[in-house]
C-alpha cells in the first residue's frame, strides 16, 4: 500500500492509457444507450417500463467507465498498444466481400450478381489471407481452393443448407 | 432406483447410431480445437451452432458438449508437448506435464492426463446424474424472486472469477446486460435502443455476437501475437503409465475429481478454478513439495481430473436451473433456445431424453476421448505444426458461412464483422469479452423474473430479502465480491490467475 500512496502524492496523472481508454468507452456507450433510452418509459417499481433497465443498466455502466477512469490516474497500468489495421481490414473486410456477394446485392448504380459459394468461398480465403505477415501466395491459392471444396461438399450436400453455389453458371 | 431407469432411458437415446456418430464427431472437433492454439471452445461452438440447426436437438446439444469437454482434453495435449495451455483451464499442466515431456516422460503424462480425465468424467456422469432431479425438484420451488437472486450470484461469481481486472470484468458483464436490452420490450412491445434499425428490432441476434467477439475478434487479436510454439521433439514414449506412476496418481486423480467437481457446480464458471486449486492441494499435502515444477505426475493427475471433472458439473445449473455458469454454457442456451427449448427445471419432465441422453452421452463421450487421444497423439502433434497463416482463413470462411445460415441473411454477415470490431476494440482496451456473453444470455431472463417478482410482491424490493432462499443466494453474493475485493485475497487471486 505504501507505493500505492507515494505514486498518489505525485499527484494525478494519466499511469495507464488502456484503462483511461476503457473507462471512456463505457462512458461513451452508457451515454449513447441513455440518449437511445430517453423516450422510454421507465414506468414504477410495481410495473416496469420498458426503458427502466437499460436506463439503469446504462447508468452503471457509465459509473463503472467512471471508476476506471479515476483508477487510471491513480495506478499504473497497461498502456494501448497500436491497432492492426491490417488484419481489421482484410479478414473483416473478407467477411463483407463474402456478405455481399454470396447473394448478390445492388446499392445505387453498383450491382453484383449472385456470386455463390463457388467464388465466395475462395474469396473470403484469398482476402483474408492476406493478413498474415508471412503470407505466401502459392500456399493460399492451394489451400483456398482445396477448403472451398471441402466446404462446399460439407456444407451445401452432406449436411444440405440451403446455400448458394453458383447461380450464374449451376443454376443452384 | 429411478435414476438407473433414467440412465438406462438416457444410453438408449446416446447410443442411437446418429446421436453416437454426433457424439463422436464432437468429441473429435473438441480434441482437434483443444489442440490447436488460438481456437478455444467458446469460438467453435459459436461457429457451429448454425451447424446444428438441421439436427434434432438432442443430437445438436451432445455435439456441442462433445465439442466443450472434448477440448478439455485437447487442451491438456498443447500444455504438455508445447507448453501452451490449449485452454485456460490447462494452464496449471503446463507446470508439471511440460517438464515431464521435457524428461521424455510425455507419453506418460499424456496417458495420466487422458486416464485421469477419464475416471473424473465417469464420476462426474454419475454426480449429474444423480443430482438431477433432486435439484430439478429444488428448482421448481424457485419463484421469480430466487431466480433473481440466484442470477445476480451467479453473475457476481463470474465477476470474481473472471481472469484480468475485476472492475473491467464488471464492466463486461453490464455491458452484456445492457445489449441484452436491445430489441422490442416483450411486455410493451416498444421498441428498445434499436437506432430504428428493423434488423435490430429482434434484439441482436445471439450467434452474430457470438460470432462477432469469440470468432472475428479472437483471429485479429491472434493475428497480432504470434505464439511462438516449443514442440517436443523428444519421443513421446509409451503412453501407458506404468504401475508405480498408477499408484502415484491415484489419489490425486480421486481427489482432484472431487475438488473440481464441487467447484464445478458453483454459477460463475467455478470450473476454471478447479485445476489451480487442485494444483495447490496436492503440492499443500506432498511429502517431497519441491518435486512440483520439476515433473510430478500428481502435478498432472490432479488438476487434469479436476478440470474434467469441473467441465462436465458445470452442465448441472444449465440443465437443472436453466441458467449457465460460463460462457461456453450460455452457448449452451443459445443452442438450446435456438431448438425451441427452454432452459429450465422443465426440461427434465418435458425432454427427458434430452436431458438423460445428453448426460450419458458424456459417458460414452468420455470413453471415445480416451480411445480417440492416446492412439491419436501422433497426429495431433502433427497438427501443432499448422501455420496460423492457414488457420484463420479456414475459420474465417466456417464462420462466414455458419453465420449466413443462421437465418439465409446476408446482412448477418456484415453485421458479425461489425461486432468483430467491437470485440477487437474490447480487446485493445485490456476487456476480457466473455462474461459479456453471460451477462447478455442472462439479462433477458434478469428482467422477465425482475418483474414478476415486483409484480408479485407489489413493487416492493423487500421481497428479495424477505425470501430466505432469495436472501441467502444475495447475501452469498455480497460475500463473495467483498471477499475478492479485500486487498490481501485481490493480491492472491492476481497470483493465482497469473501463475
Not at chain 1, 498474415?132 to 449436411?159: G, H, N, P, Q, R
Not at chain 2, 464420476?123 to 438431477?132: E, P, Q, R
Not at chain 2, 487442485?278 to 478440470?307: C, H, L, M, Q
Request: glycine residues 12%.
Amino acid at each position: 500500500m505504501s507505493l500505492n500512496k507515494i505514486e498518489r502524492s505525485q499527484g494525478l496523472r494519466i499511469r495507464s492509457t488502456q484503462d483511461l481508454g476503457a473507462g471512456v468507452f463505457m462512458i461513451v456507450l452508457a451515454g449513447l444507450a441513455l440518449v437511445l433510452a430517453r423516450d422510454l418509459p421507465l414506468g414504477s417499481l410495481r410495473q416496469i417500463g420498458p426503458g427502466m433497465l437499460p436506463t439503469s443498466f446504462a447508468v452503471f455502466c457509465g459509473i463503472l467507465g467512471l471508476f476506471l477512469v479515476i483508477t487510471s490516474l491513480r495506478f499504473d497500468g497497461e498502456q494501448l498498444s497500436g491497432w492492426s489495421w491490417r488484419g481489421v481490414i482484410f479478414v473483416l473486410g473478407a467477411a463483407i466481400v463474402f456478405g455481399l456477394t454470396i447473394r448478390g446485392f445492388s446499392i445505387g448504380p453498383i450491382s453484383v450478381p449472385s456470386l455463390g459459394l463457388l467464388v465466395s468461398g475462395p474469396l473470403v480465403m484469398l482476402i483474408s489471407g492476406l493478413a498474415a505477415d508471412d503470407m505466401k501466395w502459392k500456399e493460399l491459392i492451394i489451400f483456398s481452393v482445396a477448403m472451398s471444396t471441402a466446404c462446399i461438399l460439407l456444407f451445401k450436400y452432406a449436411l444440405s443448407l440451403p446455400i448458394p453455389l453458383a447461380p450464374w453458371l449451376l443454376g443452384i | 432406483m429411478d435414476m438407473f431407469s433414467n440412465l438406462a432411458l438416457g444410453f438408449g437415446v446416446a447410443l442411437s447410431f446418429q446421436n453416437l456418430a454426433l457424439c463422436f464427431v464432437g468429441c473429435l472437433v473438441g480434441t482437434l480445437i483443444g489442440v490447436l492454439p488460438g481456437v478455444g471452445p467458446i469460438a467453435t461452438i459459436s461457429i457451429l451452432l448454425p451447424i446444428t440447426f438441421g439436427l434434432d436437438p438432442t443430437g445438436a446439444l451432445i455435439m456441442l458438449a462433445g465439442i466443450y469437454y472434448g477440448a478439455q482434453y485437447g487442451g491438456s495435449t498443447t500444455a504438455i508437448l508445447v507448453n501452451i495451455p490449449g485452454e485456460a483451464t490447462a494452464v496449471v499442466t503446463t507446470l508439471d506435464g511440460h517438464q515431464m515431456a521435457k524428461q521424455g516422460r510425455a507419453g506418460i503424462a499424456l496417458g495420466t492426463a487422458a486416464i485421469g480425465s477419464f475416471v473424473a468424467g465417469c464420476f462426474a456422469t454419475v454426480v449429474i446424474a444423480a443430482l438431477g432431479a433432486p435439484l430439478t425438484k429444488m428448482a421448481l420451488l424457485f419463484g421469480p424472486a430466487e431466480y433473481f437472486s440466484l442470477m445476480v450470484m451467479g453473475l457476481c461469481f463470474a465477476v470474481v472469477l473472471a481472469r484480468g481486472s475485476i472492475l473491467k470484468a464488471f464492466c463486461m458483464i453490464m455491458l452484456g446486460l445492457l445489449l441484452s436490452t436491445v430489441g422490442t420490450d416483450l411486455e410493451t412491445g416498444q421498441e428498445r435502443l434499436t437506432f430504428g434499425i428493423p434488423a435490430l428490432a429482434d434484439g441482436i441476434d445471439f450467434s452474430v455476437l457470438a460470432m462477432g467477439i469469440f470468432g472475428f475478434a479472437e483471429v485479429l487479436r491472434n493475428l497480432e501475437a504470434p505464439e511462438a510454439r516449443d514442440v517436443v521433439r523428444a519421443k513421446i514414449g509409451r503412453l501407458l503409465p506404468g504401475w508405480s506412476d498408477i499408484k502415484q496418481s491415484v489419489m490425486p486423480c480421486l481427489r482432484g475429481t472431487f475438488i473440481g467437481g464441487t467447484l464445478g457446480i458453483l454459477p460463475g464458471n467455478g470450473a476454471v478454478l478447479g485445476p489451480f486449486a487442485s494444483y495447490t492441494v496436492e503440492k499443500k499435502i506432498a511429502k517431497d513439495p519441491s518435486r512440483f515444477g520439476k515433473g510430478a505426475i500428481e502435478g498432472v493427475a490432479g488438476p487434469e481430473s479436476a478440470n474434467n471433472a469441473g467441465a462436465q458439473t458445470a452442465f448441472i445449473p444449465l440443465l437443472t436451473l436453466g441458467i449457465p455458469p460460463n460462457a461456453v454454457m450460455a452457448l449452451m442456451v443459445g443452442a438450446m433456445t435456438i431448438h425451441g427449448i427452454i432452459p429450465g427445471p422443465q426440461v427434465m419432465t418435458r425432454n427427458p431424453e434430452l436431458f438423460w441422453g445428453m448426460i450419458a452421452s458424456m459417458w460414452i463421450g468420455n470413453l471415445m476421448l480416451l480411445i480417440i487421444n492416446l492412439p491419436l497423439v501422433g497426429l495431433w502433434v502433427k497438427l501443432l505444426q499448422v501455420p496460423y497463416r492457414l488457420m484463420f482463413p479456414a475459420i474465417l470462411i466456417f464462420c462466414c458461412i455458419g453465420i449466413y445460415s443462421v437465418n439465409n441473411q446476408p446482412l448477418d454477415v456484415a453485421f458479425t464483422a461489425m461486432f468483430g470490431l467491437f470485440g477487437y476494440l474490447l480487446i485493445k482496451l485490456g476487456f476480457e469479452p466473455a462474461p459479456l456473453l453471460l451477462g447478455f444470455v442472462l439479462g433477458k431472463l434478469m428482467e422477465e423474473k425482475l418483474r414478476q417478482a415486483l409484480i408479485i410482491s407489489r413493487g416492493s424490493f423487500v421481497t428479495f430479502l424477505e425470501r430466505p432462499i432469495s436472501a441467502g443466494l444475495l447475501l452469498v453474493a455480497v460475500a463473495v465480491l467483498v471477499i475478492a475485493l479485500l486487498p490481501s485475497m485481490s493480491k492472491k487471486r492476481d497470483e493465482v490467475f497469473t501463475e
